[in-house]
């Protein structure tokens, strides 16, 4: 009885933790577009993971959990620097492939990430997908097709600009998934805070011959804002990621990110809807197709997420009645 409520306990905070990393991503396209009238996105990436920074050694150092690092091995303190690193790439690569191919179109690409993090989970740490798992991220990958559809005319892009862009975003995926799961692998020896600590204070000192801070003396007031609400934007969604790594499976954790996508589109409805910089922010309608891919990318996510609890109960249920 105790590990079915444990596993519930892990299933509900898992829950709590990806949605809310997922529901500030969704938040930070609208923040990022808004950043780039007045700051160049290497900057705001150092900005963000200076706020971070700080305020995570603050929280580190109030809860007590820096002795950690004491007990680090070598190849341990190798990792985090390579899950820095990889972090830094997949920030500043996917800004820059913003230059080769239309928002709609590299968020669509960029969907191979979690794909990429799942059988990264099979391939390194043993987890393991059901056939009806994997049916669900083939659904999972129809849905962005159908979601993001009207974003697929790259009939105003030339050839060699659409590969270079798609290129860049593979990077950025396989960036993030490296980050991900050199992460996980760190989860039995340091707490979630405190790698993203390491990540954030390496990420500073490899950012600063990249940066301008010149930048900083002419911001005014709500370009303060814009920028504070991307460094608190990263530290409330990197935080909560790194925690649902801790209480969901990698396979689990990168259905759910695929939804960010949709949030973003959700938000920028209600900018758009309020009258919010309605000369940078617009939103296009959706049609029948795009409200398909909704339906199948949620579905699909709900059920990756709740089968692997109604299958623990099952197994449960018949151990009960064998015994």
């Not at 950025?172 to 954030?200: D, E, H, R, V």
């Not at 530290?235 to 990110?257: D, E, H, N, R």
Request: glycine share 6%; charged share 5%; hydrophobic share 55%.
């Amino acid at each position: 009885m105790n590990q079915i409520q444990n596993n519930q306990h892990y299933f509900k905070f898992g829950l709590f933790f990806a949605i809310t990393a997922v529901v500030f991503w969704g938040m930070l396209p609208i923040a990022l577009k808004l950043s780039a009238t007045f700051i160049d996105p290497v900057t705001l990436t150092w900005f963000r993971f200076f706020v971070a920074f700080l305020v995570s050694l603050i929280l580190q150092k109030l809860s007590g959990n820096l002795y950690q690092f004491k007990h680090l091995l070598k190849i341990d303190w190798l990792k985090l620097t390579m899950a820095a690193i990889f972090s830094v790439f997949n920030y500043v690569s996917f800004v820059y492939a913003l230059d080769y191919l239309q928002p709609g179109p590299a968020q669509l690409t960029f969907q191979s990430a979690p794909f990429f993090l799942a059988f990264g989970g099979m391939l390194f740490f043993k987890e393991r997908l059901s056939a009806l798992q994997m049916s669900c991220f083939a659904t999972l990958a129809l849905g962005m097709l159908l979601f993001f559809h009207p974003h697929l005319d790259f009939s105003n892009t030339s050839t060699n600009q659409l590969w270079i862009g798609i290129l860049i975003i593979q990077f950025s995926a396989l960036s993030w998934t490296s980050y991900a799961l050199l992460q996980k692998s760190m989860i039995k020896k340091l707490s979630p805070g405190n790698i993203l600590l390491y990540i954030y204070g390496a990420g500073l000192v490899l950012m600063i011959p990249f940066s301008d801070f010149s930048y900083f003396v002419h911001m005014n007031m709500n370009q303060w804002v814009i920028a504070v609400f991307c460094a608190i934007n990263t530290l409330i969604a990197y935080g909560s990621f790194a925690q649902s790594m801790k209480y969901w499976p990698t396979a689990q954790v990168g259905a759910t990110v695929t939804l960010a996508p949709v949030f973003s589109f959700i938000f920028t409805a209600i900018v758009v809807a309020l009258g919010w910089w309605p000369a940078m922010i617009q939103s296009s309608p959706l049609d029948m197709l795009s409200l398909t891919g909704i339906l199948l990318v949620i579905g699909s996510v709900i059920c990756v997420q709740l089968m692997p609890l109604f299958s623990k109960r099952a197994k449960h249920r018949v151990s009960q009645a064998c015994g």
